[in-house]
């Protein structure tokens, strides 16, 4: 196989595994939570997927 090929088909796996494990992360913190604390879970979420990514 092309390393190119293998090398795009890693990084949009990758994607899809950490946008799976986002939506799972928030559905499972969104369960029990009371409309008021729903705004600061999707914010930590949201901090947490940035540190991942590299940009803060």
Same mark, same amino acid.
């Given at each position: 196989?092309?390393?190119?090929?293998?090398? +795009?088909?890693?990084?949009?796996?990758?994607?899809?595994? /950490? #946008?799976? &494990?986002? !939506? *799972?992360?928030?559905?499972?913190?969104l369960?029990? +939570?009371?409309?008021?604390?729903?705004?600061?879970?999707? /914010? #930590?979420? &949201?901090? !947490? *997927?940035?540190?991942?990514r590299?940009k803060?």
């Amino acid at each position: 196989m092309d390393p190119v090929l293998v090398a +795009a088909a890693c990084g949009v796996l990758m994607l899809l595994i /950490v #946008a799976c &494990a986002a !939506v *799972l992360v928030v559905r499972s913190a969104l369960g029990g +939570a009371e409309s008021k604390d729903r705004a600061r879970i999707l /914010v #930590a979420v &949201a901090e !947490v *997927l940035r540190a991942l990514r590299g940009k803060r």
